[in-house]
């Protein structure tokens, strides 16, 4: 009773009325935010414009959300917020958001976004809806098809106005906005300040105010932030063992590609993790999908791009890993800033090959932070630690309704001595989760730098770089090189690393212990029985701006490709054509 009190008299001091603080009392919201305490009375009681500078997941949705629900007409139906979101999944968080602060007042939301059914949207705007949260693209089609009138708005506000610029939203913005009423009040709210949002500012907004808060009070105090160094072909076991040391890890892996964040989803997947792959491949339905099975708990593992993440606000996370260094150090704070929220700490972990760790330094700089070395738990504390939790989950299920089991339990007491009994029902409901075979050894990493000892590629990491005498003439992809080198040599996904597909041949590179049963794999498969694969020599690699050479392993140029063997059955590409008599000779 007494937390309650005190939340309502928190929230009560900033001006809101009983009808909002009931609504967030039900959201068991207890402090305002310091977005939320500086925006909500500047709204209440003012009349400028207001420019916010926050990072997501401050509480900013609330910090306008809850101005707008008290001022606009509950008694009239016609628009008088338009809110405008880069994503459309964005768009339905900040709707749900908004439906779930409005209490028991009787206000129309909607979402209005592309890729939803038109039809409905009629239904809805042709009903009438006081606050609508929406997309640029669908709202301008709507205005432009006659189905929306935005000419008495009491409120228009731009959420995530910098990643709006980025997406290219800012003509159909100034479109959107010159068909609106000039006496609405204008309010913008963004992650970062850069020059155009300021230009922004300038030519839509009258006399304005500008609200910063810091990102170090948003993220760094309640986000614990470690760096853990792993070569490249270790960092999907390093994410396992992370994964089973925690009881209820719930977290966004972000990727630098796509076909990284495919491989790094579907191994989880695959080892019963319960994980999905978001990209820009997949459709809206199966955005949507992945999403709605994240936010009800069906999976617990997000693997994402930056650029798929983008808009997606999940609250609760326990964690965010950077498989990958992020490229600059506003991209890692935006990441970071996904978990720790709304009073709840959250840990961040960034993997750091020996390559990238001056790159990470760099990125703690800029961003003023700094991040703590992670110990990943050895195999012995991992089994441990999973000991632990089976006989967590057992106890906890004493408590459970299982008289329906009370006579089979006797039957099999009376028939089975008790601790071989535990023993088999233990291993039928858990398998083989104590096996350390789950768990590979992880090799500490080397420092970087420094020059090769060799006069073939190998890095400094414990890789080694490959030369393959295959390329895109040959058909070959990244995905079909690997796809047949996983097949051939019995290697995992994450084994293979940094593959270039040339015209005539491909580089790869692998962990040096892999290196020669990959070699030996293919030692008589090519040409006249040339190896198919060798190591690379240094002056094979190509370097940046450097012109692509066509020479084989053995320094001679390639005049065709080599035969494939019955090893690299994955591969279904036909070969090349030879030129006609009279084209360009090769040498």
């Not at 760096?227 to 072909?233: D, S, T």
């Not at 701006?545 to 390639?558: E, F, Q």
């Amino acid at each position: 009773m007494n937390e309650e009190y005190s939340a309502s008299e928190a929230f009560s001091r900033l001006g809101l009325s009983d009808v909002s603080l009931r609504a967030l009392a039900k959201k068991g919201f207890r402090e305002p935010t310091e977005i939320q305490k500086a925006c909500i009375p500047l709204l209440l009681d003012g009349s400028k414009d207001v420019v916010g500078q926050a990072q997501t997941g401050t509480g900013k949705t609330a910090a306008f959300a809850l101005p707008i629900l008290e001022l606009i007409d509950a008694a009239s139906r016609q628009t008088q917020a338009l809110v405008l979101t880069p994503t459309r999944e964005l768009a339905i968080q900040v709707a749900d958001e908004i439906e779930s602060l409005k209490g028991e007042r009787r206000i129309a939301v909607a979402a209005i976004y592309g890729g939803a059914s038109y039809e409905t949207q009629f239904r809805l705007l042709k009903a009438g809806c006081q606050i609508i949260v929406g997309t640029p693209g669908r709202i301008q089609d709507h205005l432009e098809r006659g189905t929306l009138d935005l000419g008495h708005l009491q409120f228009a506000v731009l959420d995530e106005a910098d990643e709006m610029l980025d997406m290219g939203f800012i003509d159909d913005i100034g479109k959107i906005l010159s068909q609106t009423n000039s006496d609405k009040r204008m309010l913008m709210f963004s992650a970062t300040m850069p020059a155009p949002i300021l230009n922004l500012a300038l030519n839509f907004m009258r006399d304005y105010e500008i609200v910063r808060i810091s990102s170090t009070e948003s993220t760094e105090n309640l986000t614990s932030q470690y760096y853990c160094l792993v070569r490249e072909a270790d960092k999907t076991e390093a994410l396992r063992r992370i994964i089973d040391s925690c009881s209820d890890f719930y977290a966004i892996v972000f990727c630098k590609t796509k076909l990284q964040c495919e491989e790094i989803g579907h191994e989880l997947s695959q080892g019963g993790y319960p994980a999905e792959a978001l990209h820009g491949d997949l459709s809206q339905k199966q955005r949507e999908t992945i999403l709605q099975k994240l936010r009800e708990h069906r999976i617990s593992i997000l693997v994402a791009t930056d650029v798929a993440a983008r808009g997606i606000d999940i609250n609760d996370l326990t964690h965010v890993i950077n498989y990958s260094v992020p490229g600059d150090a506003e991209t890692y704070t935006h990441r970071i800033g996904r978990t720790g929220r709304a009073g709840k700490s959250g840990t961040a972990i960034t993997f750091v090959s020996p390559s990238e760790k001056r790159r990470f330094s760099f990125i703690q700089k800029a961003a003023g932070h700094r991040a703590e070395e992670y110990q990943l738990p050895g195999i012995d504390e991992l089994i441990k630690i999973k000991k632990q939790k089976i006989i967590a989950s057992v106890m906890d299920a004493l408590d459970g309704d299982s008289w329906n089991y009370k006579g089979l339990s006797s039957a099999l007491l009376s028939a089975v001595e008790p601790e071989a009994l535990v023993r088999t029902l233990l291993h039928l409901h858990w398998g083989g989760e104590l096996d350390r075979n789950r768990y590979r050894e992880i090799e500490a990493p080397a420092a970087s730098g420094g020059k090769a000892t060799r006069s073939h590629a190998r890095k400094a990491d414990g890789t080694a770089r490959l030369f393959i005498a295959k390329g895109r003439s040959d058909r070959f992809t990244k995905r079909t090189l690997a796809n047949a080198l996983i097949a051939a040599c019995r290697v995992r996904n994450e084994d293979l690393n940094d593959i270039q597909v040339m015209d005539d041949f491909s580089f790869v590179n692998v962990p040096e212990y892999l290196a020669g049963r990959i070699i030996s794999t293919f030692r008589n498969q090519g040409e006249d029985g040339r190896p198919l694969v060798t190591r690379a020599r240094e002056e094979d690699v190509p370097r940046s701006g450097a012109k692509k050479r066509k020479s084989n392993a053995d320094g001679r140029r390639s005049d065709r490709h080599f035969h494939t063997g019955e090893d690299w059955s994955e591969w279904k590409g036909p070969r090349r054509k030879k030129k006609k008599e009279g084209g360009k000779k090769h040498k």
